[in-house]
């Protein structure tokens, strides 16, 4: 009888082990699954995150290439026949496209990180400088017959080099930002 106590209390020993290490090893497994299932989370929140910089990156200088070429058209323009004439429909149209320029580059500053918020101001700051230099000459040499970009300025000159260096820092800085010179993305 002693063996046969001694046999129950072992296999109910032993079943309750087993239900503890079986409850032990789903509890543990368990945790893992929510840390991997975290972990995925997270790495889908970076890539979303990353892609969202990316379509405000691309947007700031898509809207960079529309300000471009109005400034290219503003610098083929002839200054008004006098002083009081109707402000140039081309100096308008910079004008838009500098605020359009400018709202993406306020989306810039809320995706981040600073250096790129910083870099897209600069540029929006570098085109509307280069805007209020051609607007200065045209108001300056009111009644010329040479074109705008035939009045050179040091002045001039300066706020187009000043806007081509703050559009690379832009992209340089951009790219860093998104992993773009990071290794394996050469």
């Given at each position: ?72 058209a503003?610098?083929k ?18 004008d ?22 910083q ?8 085109c ?15 009644g010329?017959d ?41």
């Amino acid at each position: 009888m002693a063996v046969d106590r001694w046999s129950a209390v072992i296999g109910a020993g032993g079943a309750l082990l087993g239900v503890a290490l079986t409850g032990g090893f789903s509890l543990l497994r368990g945790r893992q699954e929510f840390r991997d299932k975290e972990a995925e989370r997270h790495e889908q929140r970076k890539i979303m995150h990353r892609e969202a910089r990316r379509e405000a990156y691309l947007d700031v200088l898509r809207k960079y290439h529309e300000v471009d070429r109005k400034i290219d058209a503003l610098w083929k323009t002839r200054p008004s026949s006098h002083p009081d004439a109707p402000v140039d429909s081309i100096i308008l149209e910079v004008d838009t496209a500098i605020l359009d320029l400018r709202e993406a580059c306020a989306n810039v500053i809320l995706e981040g990180p600073d250096s790129v918020a910083q870099s897209a101001h600069n540029l929006w700051t570098a085109c509307d400088a280069v805007s209020t230099v051609a607007t200065e000459i045209s108001v300056a040499h009111y009644g010329s017959d040479q074109y705008l970009f035939m009045l050179i300025t040091d002045e001039q000159s300066a706020a187009e080099a000043a806007r081509h260096s703050a559009r690379g820092e832009f992209i340089r800085a951009a790219s860093n930002a998104i992993g773009g010179r990071a290794p394996g993305f050469d």
